[in-house]
Nanobody
Framework: QVQLVESGGGLVQAGGSLRLSCAAS????????MGWFRQAPGKEREFVAAISGSGVSTYYANSVKGRFTISRDNAKNMVYLRMVSMKPEDTAVYYC????????????????????WGQGTQVTVSS
């Protein structure tokens, strides 16, 4: 069982930056690939970024590539999403998710592949 708690959301102006954090409980955190997803009002939840259990590999949605950086600290059971050059279209509730993958270093972009989810944190980018 893994519990995830996001923090760091808020209101930022276009062009600004934020760093989201996700604290994970439980053991063997490195056995989980981690992902960030977001959901804007009236839209489906969409993939943002993923990182392998070791932290060596990352993958990004085209819409955030070059602006967002996912990272993790396995010693602290933490995952981060650094967001810069933010745009109004980045406004959404951001969710942290964990995908149990102890053998294969997968990075899924499909929400259904993830086993555990946080409660989400609101990010609002004003124009």
């Amino acid at each position: 069982q893994v519990q995830l708690v996001e923090s760091g959301g808020g209101l930022v102006q276009a062009g600004g930056s934020l760093r989201l954090s996700c604290a994970a409980s439980g053991r063997a955190f490195s056995n989980y690939a981690m992902g960030w997803f977001r959901q804007a009002p009236g839209k489906e939840r969409e993939f943002v970024a993923a990182i392998s259990g070791s932290g060596v590999s990352t993958y990004y949605a085209n819409s955030v590539k070059g602006r967002f950086t996912i990272s993790r600290d396995n010693a602290k059971n933490m995952v981060y999403l650094r967001m810069v050059s933010m745009k109004p279209e980045d406004t959404a509730v951001y969710y942290c998710a964990a995908d149990y993958s102890p053998v294969v270093a997968t990075m899924n972009v499909i929400a259904a592949a993830y086993d555990y989810w946080g409660q989400g944190t609101q990010v609002t980018v004003s124009s």
